[in-house]
């Protein structure tokens, strides 16, 4: 998402400009400059500073605190990255407690986000390997000098291992809590030995998740379950439109309902501010607001759509070319022109976005969420209440999903708290709660996209031209992070996974328009990549069997320069038992394999195509990540995205009718559900490469691979997702 | 003044009749376990057991509650919980957590009535409670597991 190889760079400079409120929301004029990098892979040793006091603790009792500095919203970052320190540290598993960090960039940055800390483009194990393996190896090295003081012995005859300090020669021991008190006072070594792979006693084994027992006995706290002394809840009403603002409201009818304290306006819409959330929410159904829409996005999402058609004449922006592929098309033997749309898609996390803010009695404040991107919601809330950033102190809590949907350029939810809080006067704490529908129909979603393919081959079947044009919304320009992100008009998180394409083709364009509708977008699970790799793969199995060539023989005859893609289709293909032939009526297998954020995944679904629907019978993936730090936890992440991503590929759309969004709630925005999931076998690629992350990888290869089985099974191409058969015959 | 019967503690609840079970739960008593998720009953999020059955709380209005002991995910106990739990943690299901309560009350509940339930009873039992992080494949096998365990 955000690659910036700046490691402790530049501060975050928050303009004191002021707020730029518009469209409803509000924006904090900053920006980030920092030079992107497209290796997903982290900072390497030599660059990343030994920092075992910002990383860890050792009590006296002998638990092993990792502060953890990225949100865990499930992806299992708090169990991985506490196994990189603990295996260098020599930690035994059972010590090893987690703390979430707080905001500090200068400590806690994301070093492929520059100077940002934040969580996303699945770079939480990728920037901190380095970074945890040095302090664990660094507190390691305290311990025993602190030993081999004690004891009086050479430094280089002390040992550890599971959680104890040992001197072999003499048979000595001591636990890690009757070392740390003194070892901590001695100086931090700079360039601490890392174990050698063949030493590591957790990395690449099953250990258990950390948050496995307090999520299964309801002791998790997540921001929506803070309850702060006299917090009192707020709802907002929001335009239904989206850069609607305000005209008039008449409150008198919410401030009767019993429970209701106050209604407050803030720039985002009108706050109902109650004792409980149910009070809230009966205040603000008795609540006449009238919108001004002089500003709103008024269209539907067909119309919107129907502008794109048209722009997708052009040629638009070039992002990438190399030759000349109208001139090698005007030579094809077979030439294939395709439109492929993705609509509006919501986060829908279970967790609904929320928030707990107040101020404290030294007049600073104290903020509890579930948080993304803490330097820019830091510094975002701080402008707003007219304070340094680092008078707002934010406390982490387990995040129920994200998606993407809680890092925000903006801080949209996070700011909107500020105000609430700020226009209730500051007496109590504000315990902001969106519902599911405000959730869901709040904007923020992954664009609507059009892409448009005019590919070709010779007699052979060899590409000779692939000439690429697609319109959506940009996410990143208007943010801080344009700047650092935006090229020449070209946003790369709209266009990745296809401009770079891995394939080896001869003429090649990519164009892009950006998209200028009012609707707020943002990254979902694995940004672009949830649309390119679906255009990309399913149109290189178009050619592939226009070709007459079997489709992983034919992608693997494009990938020679790409051994790490082959590698993983060649192992998925194989343990599938990879045949393109239909497996019986109506049932066949589909292939996809694409890189994503540095990893690289192959996925064949084995799926039945009939009139009841599409059926996902099972998944066979492969991955390759590099070191596997917790195969466990990878194969979870790929299972994850598998039952994630279905439903988008199924059935899941937001929609506009007059610029309203009809979708609301689950039922008519429905996630996958038990009966739909479909076996997933995850094969890892053994690798000593850095490790890269798998947050999101798992995701973009899964819609292609069902609608090349799709294809497969009924000789239909479903090129629209989600995919719909019902014009399909003999499906 | 409704009475409410929560993991075995009796709480006089200054709520309305009509509020639902779930803020109750979580705005009144501070029970956090329960979750809300969707507010329609369309993802179980919520649910806890009356009287040992699961219902979903953001549906069930605290004055219909009546004598019906309330059991949430802090409260649960006896053997099928405990196997349920251990399965969960076993196999290591959860990802965010955020709908594991509910899906464990509701397996709990599964278990309670059916010993030994088939893929089509998981289906049935489980399909109303959402895993927006797809969970659900390590929800069966646990389920599964418990079952074994049990037996």
């Keep these: ?731 | 003044m409704p009475k409410l019967t929560v993991n075995g503690v009796t709480h006089e609840v200054d709520a309305d009749p009509d509020m639902p079970l779930l803020w109750v739960l979580r705005d009144r008593l501070d029970a956090t376990g329960t979750k809300y998720g969707c507010g329609i009953a369309q993802c179980g999020a919520c649910t806890v057991h009356l009287d040992g059955q699961p219902v979903r709380s953001c549906q069930t209005k605290v004055g219909d509650v009546g004598t019906a002991r309330v059991t949430t995910i802090e409260g649960v106990s006896g053997r099928v919980a405990e196997a349920v739990q251990a399965a969960w943690r076993k196999l290591d299901v959860v990802q965010c957590g955020y709908c594991q309560s509910g899906q464990i009350m509701s397996a709990i509940g599964l278990l309670s009535g059916n010993a030994k339930p088939s893929d089509t009873d998981i289906d049935g039992a489980m399909d109303g409670n959402i895993c927006r992080c797809g969970t659900y494949q390590r929800i069966r096998a646990a389920i599964h597991e418990a079952a074994r365990d049990l037996a």
């Excluded at chain 1, 929320?354 to 404040?365: F, K, P, V």
């Excluded at chain 1, 500020?418 to 979603?445: C, F, N, Q, S």
């Excluded at chain 1, 609301?664 to 479909?678: C, K, L, Q």
């Excluded at chain 1, 850095?690 to 294809?711: K, Q």
């Design chain 1, 1 to 731: 998402m955000l690659n910036a190889r700046r490691p402790n760079a530049v501060p975050v400079r928050p303009s004191r400009r002021g707020l730029l409120a518009g469209a409803g929301a509000i924006v904090v004029a900053f920006r980030l400059d920092a030079k992107p990098a497209r290796a997903a892979a982290g900072p390497d040793l030599a660059s990343v500073k030994a920092q075992p006091n910002a990383f860890v603790r050792i009590a006296p009792d002998d638990t092993v605190t990792v502060i953890i500095k990225h949100l865990d919203m499930g992806q299992g970052n708090t169990t991985g990255l506490a196994t990189i320190l603990a295996d260098e540290l020599g930690a035994a598993w059972s010590q090893v407690r987690t703390e979430f960090a707080p905001a500090d960039a200068t400590l806690y940055n994301n070093s492929l986000m520059g100077p940002i800390q934040g969580t996303g483009g699945s770079t939480a194990v990728a920037n901190s390997w380095f970074q945890l393996r040095k302090a664990g190896a660094a507190a390691r090295e305290m311990l025993m000098a602190e030993a081999a003081f004690r004891w009086k012995v050479p430094v280089a005859q002390i040992t550890v291992a599971d959680g104890v300090v040992r001197h072999a020669p003499s048979g000595r021991q001591a636990r890690f809590g009757e070392l740390a008190a003194s070892a901590a006072s001695l100086p931090v070594p700079s360039e601490p030995r890392l174990k050698d792979p063949s030493e590591w006693t957790l990395i690449g084994q099953k250990v258990p998740r950390l948050d496995s027992v307090a999520k299964t006995n309801g002791s998790a706290i997540y921001s929506l379950d803070i309850r702060r002394p006299n917090q009192v809840t707020a709802v907002v009403a929001r335009a239904p439109r989206f850069g609607a603002t305000v005209k008039s409201f008449d409150a008198a009818a919410a401030r009767k309902v019993a429970g209701v304290l106050d209604v407050v306006q803030v720039p985002t819409g009108v706050a109902v501010i109650a004792r409980d959330t149910w009070a809230a929410m009966k205040g603000r159904e008795a609540l006449t607001v009238a919108w001004d829409d002089s500003t709103a996005e008024t269209r539907s999402s067909e119309a919107i759509l129907a502008e794109y058609r048209e722009r997708a004449k052009g040629p638009g922006l070039t992002a990438s070319e190399r030759g000349d592929p109208q001139a090698a098309l005007k030579g094809a033997a077979t030439v294939i022109e395709a439109e492929f749309t993705f609509p509006y898609l919501a986060h829908a996390a279970m967790e609904p976005l929320n928030a707990t803010i107040e101020r404290a009695a030294d007049g600073g404040y104290d903020v509890y969420g579930g948080f993304q991107f803490q330097t820019v919601e830091q510094a975002t809330m701080a402008a707003i209440l007219g304070v340094t950033p680092d008078r707002v102190r934010l406390h982490s809590n387990w995040a129920g999903g994200s998606f993407g949907r809680r890092a925000t350029p903006t801080a949209d939810y996070l700011a909107e708290a500020a105000t609430v809080l700020k226009a209730a006067g500051e007496k109590a704490p504000i315990h902001l709660v969106w519902t599911r529908e405000d959730d869901m129909a709040g904007g923020y979603y992954r664009p609507t996209v059009l892409h448009k393919v005019r590919a070709g081959i010779d007699a052979k079947g060899a590409v000779v031209g692939w000439d690429h044009v697609m319109v959506g919304k940009s996410i990143m320009i208007g943010s801080p992070f344009e700047a650092m992100i935006v090229k020449n008009g070209i946003d790369s998180t709209t266009v990745e996974g296809a401009s770079d394409t891995p394939y080896a083709l001869p003429a090649y364009r990519f164009g892009v328009h950006n998209g200028r509708e009012g609707v707020p977008v943002l990254w979902w699970r694995s940004v672009g990549h949830t649309h390119t790799a679906h255009v990309m793969e399913v149109m290189i199995d178009e050619l592939a069997h226009a070709a007459d060539v079997d489709p992983v023989a034919y992608r693997l005859s494009l990938l020679a320069q790409a051994p790490r893609l082959a590698g993983v289709l060649k192992l998925a293909a194989d343990k599938a038992g990879w045949t393109d032939k239909p497996q019986e009526k109506g049932r066949g297998l589909g292939v996809a394999v694409h890189e994503s954020f540095g990893s690289y995944v192959a996925m064949v679904a084995d799926v039945s195509a009939q009139e009841a629907g599409i059926r996902v019978n099972r998944i066979v993936a492969a991955v390759d990540v590099g070191v596997p730090v917790n195969p466990d936890v990878i194969r979870a992440q790929v299972e994850g995205a598998v039952g994630f991503a279905l439903s988008a590929v199924l059935r899941n759309r937001i929609t506009l009718k007059d610029g309203q969004v009809q979708e609301h709630n689950f039922d008519a925005y429905e996630p996958t559900r038990m009966s739909e999931m479909p076996q997933v076998a995850v094969h890892i690629v053994p690798s000593q490469a850095a490790p890269t992350g798998i947050g999101e990888p798992g995701v973009p290869v899964l819609a292609p691979a069902i609608a090349n089985a799709v294809f497969s099974a009924t000789g239909q191409r479903l090129r629209a997702l989600p995919l719909d058969l019902s014009g399909v015959k003999g499906a």
